[in-house]
């Protein structure tokens, strides 16, 4: 592969597992006293998009798409030309 698509695959990489982890981590909530609310079950998965959260999910698809734009490109260029017809 080219020099410079290993880098992409490097950014990528970086990004989407960047992104996924920020996104994912957990989050404190002020409201839970609110009577009403008190016993809802807790989900330690639930995912909050707040203005971190939106960045990083947004890190995390240009993360994943620049990954995937560096592999089909490595594939193709390893290929090569079709033959001519």
Same mark, same amino acid.
């Given at each position: 592969?080219? $020099?410079?698509? $290993?880098?992409?695959?490097?950014?990528?990489?970086?990004?989407?597992?960047? !992104?996924?982890?920020?996104?994912? *981590?957990? $989050?404190?909530?002020?409201?839970?006293?609110?009577?009403?609310?008190?016993? /809802?079950?807790?989900?330690?998965?639930?995912?909050?998009?707040? /203005?971190?959260?939106?960045?990083? #999910?947004?890190? /995390?698809?240009? !993360?994943?798409?620049?990954?995937? %734009?560096?592999? !089909?490109? %490595?594939?193709?260029? *390893? *290929?090569?030309?079709?033959?001519? #017809?």
């Amino acid at each position: 592969m080219i $020099r410079k698509t $290993r880098v992409l695959m490097v950014l990528g990489l970086v990004l989407l597992t960047g !992104g996924v982890a920020v996104a994912l *981590r957990p $989050r404190s909530f002020g409201w839970t006293a609110y009577m009403p609310l008190a016993d /809802a079950v807790y989900s330690p998965w639930m995912v909050v998009l707040d /203005a971190m959260g939106v960045a990083a #999910a947004a890190a /995390a698809a240009l !993360g994943l798409a620049l990954l995937a %734009g560096a592999v !089909g490109y %490595g594939i193709g260029i *390893r *290929r090569g030309a079709p033959p001519a #017809a």
